[in-house]
């Protein structure tokens, strides 16, 4: 279980996020929605330690969320490879640099999981599509089985099809190997889609936080409903039948 | 980057290999045949005390280009290890180192160089010491400003998020970006080294009598530059031709560089 | 904008305090006596240790490093150079002299420079790649590879010697300004001609402009009003360290052409151990390049009000 | 007048990007250009651009973000003045006032330079100026891409409810069939460079025929909402 108590990030004088309380459960899925310059990627950078809060206490079962090693999904898909090296070596990081022993046929396991072709891996991460890119992303993020993912705007680079496509792969995935995730998107169709609830970020603030379908049928706030009705022009959401 | 270690691999060997192939010993004077044209004994004539040009000038290239190579290197490490550190040692280190590099960038480097070089006493090792002190400013930006971008690259902040040690980042994500377009300042610092030794050397301050070197070489020739004209022509070709070479290659290595996004 | 302003002036003061300790550390720490060679330039004859000892003494050389550095740096602040340790006379109306010659040789030069590099780099830059821009760049690199020194020699040999049509040594008539302007120009020609058409091709590749061409925008118009000043700023980042070469630059020439000026004003001043006049020389190139750095940085600030934030 | 172009195609590095294509867009039609990314319809669009343009009518674009379309350096009052010049117009001419009110930027302050605008406002202005002189056709390329959903929403039913009394065209081209479903009453599905269906809107999304209109249509939104 993922715990955020009361966090609050400082950039300057501003607060970029202002008392922020959350909880992912094991397994769970807790899709965080916000429009630019919400504060989305402060708050995943605070919760793996990229940037220190100003106040906030983050855990994962009660222990410094470090100690979890979360692994995390980017939104530029090549961008989280060298260009330089084979997707294998930079797949292969966590397990080098933690010295995990990989379990038997579990690379071949989670590349058919994400369908990957083995030979794949041995390309540059030039050579090989975004939508490929972006799984070996996800692949490399799974490879040393951590407890806690956080996805940033995993989908945003990649067309209509291939989002739909890719967001159902991380489902089955999440599914067989039992991590807590949490998806930041500003995309509101993919949060009601694949997450079990959804926290709505606002000027580094939470304005709603409620279960999927609840928000998607009847959002409290005005700013969420604005954002749910936006949504469904945008095709995001169907309307109704 | 093939081009560039040919070069140098050529130059570096004319260094070595140059006082080998001198047909006469460069500093045996022999009066009565000085300040001869080309002729059959002396290919390219002899300056004023009869010294075989041809000889001095193979003898010359380990002064000019050894030692600009080894100034060349030195102000590298000096200035990419500043620029390292602030890169990556945070806003006081950055601010100050900048401000370090700036105020030795205030000094034109030649100035610097005729400073030291005069103060300290004209001999090899004030040279060394005055070009590689006024030389590595440009390595120190080079390498803050890479290290600067790669540091906020997705690839780096995935390795860190593994677990990877300090030192392995270094070597498999700082140093593949750092090494091409490092080089390339490093040619055209090989150049500036080359033209540097001669100019201190044209002034005075370098490299001295009877020790062969182009700029002092032309010193000398330029005193009997009406009778023989000819005696300051070669020192100066091969400056030029060296440098030519290093700043062909460094342009070949920075338009490679810039097709595949790398920072020049 | 006034803290960008702010940061700047302090900047400059920072560096130019910088240059100052370091230059008189410099001397301070020098090999060999300095009062011995002060007094040697000054008596032209081997002198005894009193003598050198009372020359020591009157030119504040035994107090300690920082009172001796304060006693110098006080007066500079109020512009006064103090005195010549060799000559006695006050700095300041050499230095000026020798500014009189330097200065203007150098703008010569740099209008020479870019009165070559400009129009080369957008004659080059019309087609990327083709002959003109190839043969562009070799005639750069040349020009970067060629010595001043020995460029200097080859004019020397050609319109004085052979020719006879310049006056090559000294600086009697503005004639004898001539060959040497030439130097310094095609040094910095060859310079800028790089640094310009970089320039032009960066912000050809602005990612707005196959927009305004779509939108029937002319491309006279646009290479006017969109790519010139995109290329213009970084032509002024590095015009600004040419300008710091061009000084250089200009010393040599003098020292070839044997023209009075800093050059030659720094390099006596050098070998007598005049320490103000080496000072003076070398804390006016400083303020020099303060003083270019602050312009560009002002340009920076307002052509694109958004840079200052990133720039350490 | 029904504008038309034929045999449109492009050769890249050797390779057909775009295979022979032809088109009919008839006054105030509204069209979308859909396929998953690399299917050539972006090359379309900017080949049909050039072709109209040749052929003299006044076309306009409006590129995926407004940093393709503006001069950080240039005031948006000096992107309009010069987009009027463009157009063969005296400036001050175009009715600003007008469009501005109509794409909900009137509070814009024309003497800054596009940074000191929000993205979603930088993206109308460039709408606006792409409808200075009414063109015959504006091509609009993934216009909600770059911006927040909200300001994404309202701008595409300003476009939509737009130009009442004008018969311009509009196409739009989008990998996202959800977002052209309600705003284009023709379809043009692109796959691998070539045109593999033609319909109305509702025909395509219904009873789509080829895998890529079916694949489009099957994802074309997230989640059908129950009620």
């Given at each position: ?25 094991a397994?769970?899925t ?17 919760i ?12 994962w ?6 100690a ?7 939104q530029e898909?090549?961008?989280?490879f060298n ?5 294998r ?8 640099a ?17 369908e ?11 050579q090989?599509?975004i ?9 490399r993020?799974?490879?040393a089985a951590?407890?806690l ?5 995993p ?16 489902a ?17 169709g ?22 999927a ?5 009847s ?18 959401l169907?309307?109704?039948? | 980057?093939?081009s560039v ?30 300040l ?23 003898y ?25 550190i ?12 900048m401000?370090?590099?700036?105020t ?6 030649l100035?610097?160089?005729?400073v ?7 001999g ?36 860190r ?7 392995s980042?270094?070597?498999w994500?700082?140093?593949p ?9 490093w ?8 033209l540097?030794?001669s100019a ?7 490299v001295?009598?009877?020790?062969p070197e ?27 031709s ?13 338009d ?6 790398q920072?020049? | 904008?006034?803290?960008a302003?702010?940061?700047v002036?302090l ?26 060679a002060i007094?040697?330039?000054r008596?032209?004859a081997l ?8 020359v ?5 050389l035994?107090?300690?490093?920082w ?15 103090g ?8 700095v ?8 009189t ?8 030069g740099?209008a ?14 019309k087609?990327p ?9 070799a ?6 590879a ?7 020699l080859?004019l020397?040999l050609l ?11 000294g600086?009697r008539?503005?004639?004898?300004a001539?060959l ?37 925008v ?10 010139a000043p ?19 630059g200009?010393v ?11 050059g ?12 103000p ?6 804390v ?6 303060v003083l270019?750095?602050l ?13 200052g934030?990133?720039?350490? | ?23 009919e ?23 049909l ?6 052929q ?29 010049v463009a ?14 009110r109509?794409l ?31 063109p015959?056709?504006i ?5 909600t ?20 009394g ?6 739009l081209i ?12 023709r ?15 509702a025909?395509i999304?219904d ?5 890529a ?15």
């Open positions: 279980m993922l715990t955020v108590t009361d966090l609050v990030v400082k950039r300057g004088a501003r607060a970029t996020l202002d008392g922020i309380s959350l909880s992912v459960p397994a769970g807790l899709a965080v929605v916000g429009e630019s310059g919400a504060g989305k990627s402060t708050l995943i950078a605070a793996l330690g990229l940037l220190k809060p100003a106040t906030g206490v983050i855990t079962n009660g222990a410094p969320v470090r979890a090693r979360p692994a995390l999904v980017m898909p090549r961008a989280a260009p330089a090296l084979s997707l070596r930079s797949v292969m990081e966590p397990i080098a933690q010295g995990i022993t990989l379990a038997e046929g579990r690379l071949e396991r989670l590349c058919a999981g994400l990957l072709p083995l030979d794949l891996l041995d390309r540059r991460p030039a090989v599509s939508g490929q890119a972006q799984r070996a992303g996800i692949l993020a799974l490879i951590p407890p993912v956080l996805f940033d705007e989908l945003s680079a990649l067309d209509a099809v291939t989002q739909k496509h890719t967001a159902r792969l991380i089955e995935v999440q599914a067989e190997e039992g991590f807590a995730a949490l998806i930041v998107t500003h995309d509101l993919y949060a009601v889609a694949h997450g079990d609830r959804i926290m709505v970020l606002k000027d580094g603030q939470v304005e709603e936080t409620a279960d379908q609840t928000f998607a049928l959002p409290r706030s005005p700013y969420c409903r604005a954002l749910r009705d936006a949504a469904i022009s945008l095709g995001a169907g309307a109704a039948a | 980057m093939r270690a040919l070069v140098v691999t050529g130059l570096v060997a004319l260094a070595v290999l140059g006082p080998l192939l001198a047909p006469y010993d460069p500093t045996a004077i022999d009066i009565p045949n000085r001869s044209g080309p002729t059959q004994t002396f290919p390219l004539g002899t300056d004023a005390l009869g010294r075989d040009i041809l000889s001095r000038l193979l010359g290239a380990r002064w000019s280009l050894g030692l600009a190579f080894l100034i060349s290197v030195l102000s590298l490490i000096i200035g990419t290890s500043v620029g390292l602030a890169a990556l040692g945070g806003r006081i280190a950055d601010w100050s180192l401000r370090a590099t700036d030795f960038l205030a000094f034109p480097e100035v610097a160089a005729v030291i070089a005069g103060l300290m006493g004209a090899t090792w004030s040279l060394i010491f005055a070009l590689s002190v006024t030389g590595w400013m440009r390595y120190a930006r080079v390498a803050r400003g890479i290290g600067l971008s790669v540091q906020s690259r997705g690839y780096v902040v995935q390795a998020l593994a677990g990877m040690p300090g030192w980042i270094a070597r994500h700082y140093l970006s750092l090494i091409p377009s490092l080089t390339v300042v040619t055209g610092m090989f150049a500036r080294a080359i540097g030794i201190l050397g044209f002034l005075g301050f370098g001295q009598p009877p020790n182009w700029g002092a070489m032309l010193l000398d020739a330029r005193v009997h530059m009406r009778s023989t004209p000819l005696q300051m022509i070669w020192p100066g070709l091969a400056v030029v060296c440098v030519l070479a290093i700043n062909l290659a460094g342009d070949a290595l920075r490679a560089l810039a097709k595949d996004g920072p020049g | 904008m006034i803290t302003i702010g940061g002036l900047r400059a003061v920072v560096v130019l305090s910088g240059t100052a300790i370091l230059t008189f550390a410099l001397l301070w720490h020098a090999p060999g006596d300095p009062a011995q007094a040697m330039a008596f032209d002198l005894s240790d009193d003598v050198i000892d009372q020591r003494q009157e030119v504040g035994n107090t300690g490093f009172q001796a550095f304060w006693a110098w740096l006080g007066p500079l602040l109020r512009l006064d150079f005195y010549s340790a060799v000559t006695g006379r006050p300041w109306p050499d230095l000026w002299a020798a500014m010659y330097t200065f203007p040789l150098a703008l010569a740099l020479i420079g870019l009165a070559l590099s400009l129009p080369l780099a957008i004659l080059a830059t087609r790649g083709g002959l003109l821009d190839r043969a562009a760049v005639i750069a690199s040349l020009g970067a060629i010595p001043a020194y020995w460029l200097g080859l020397i319109f004085a010697v052979q020719l006879g049509l310049l006056p090559a040594m600086a008539t503005p004639a004898h001539i040497p302007a030439v130097t310094l120009g095609l040094g910095v020609a060859a310079s800028l001609t790089r640094i310009i058409r970089s320039g032009i091709l960066e912000a050809r590749g602005q990612p707005f402009l196959p927009a305004l061409r779509r939108r029937g002319a491309g006279q118009a646009v290479a006017r009003d969109h790519v995109h290329a213009a700023i970084p032509v002024v980042t590095l015009f600004g360290l040419e300008l710091a070469f061009l000084l250089e200009a040599l020439v003098e020292v070839i052409f044997g023209r009075p000026g800093l030659t004003f720094l390099v006596t001043a050098i070998t007598a151990r005049d320490f006049h080496v000072q003076a020389v070398v006016l190139t400083a303020l020099v390049f270019v750095n312009a560009t940085d002002i340009f920076y600030r307002v052509i694109d009000p958004r840079i934030a990133e720039d350490a | 007048m029904t504008l038309s172009v034929t045999g449109l195609s492009e050769i890249r590095a050797g390779r057909t990007i775009l295979h022979p294509t032809s088109l867009i008839e006054p105030r039609g509204r069209i979308g250009l859909v396929g998953s990314s690399g299917s050539g319809k972006s090359t379309l669009g900017h080949a651009i050039d072709d109209l343009r040749a003299g009518c006044s076309v306009a674009h409006v590129p995926q973000s407004p940093d393709e379309a503006l001069d950080p350096l240039r005031s948006m009052a000096f992107h309009w003045r010069e987009a009027e157009l063969g117009l005296v400036p001050g001419s175009a009715d600003q006032a007008g469009l501005f109509a909900r930027i009137e509070g814009g302050d024309l003497r800054k330079r596009p940074w000191g605008w929000s993205r979603g406002m930088q993206q109308r202005f460039v709408i606006a100026m792409a409808l200075i002189g009414s015959d056709l091509v609009l390329d993934e216009p891409s770059a911006l927040d959903p909200i300001v994404a929403a309202a701008t595409m039913d300003l476009l939509s409810g737009f130009p009442d004008k018969d311009t065209a509009m196409i989008t990998h996202d069939l959800g977002l052209a479903a309600r705003r284009v009453a379809l043009l599905v692109m796959q691998a460079g070539r045109v593999v269906e033609e319909g109305r809107t025909d999304l009873r789509p025929q080829t895998s209109a079916r694949a489009l249509s099957a994802h074309r939104n997230w989640i059908a909402l129950p009620c």
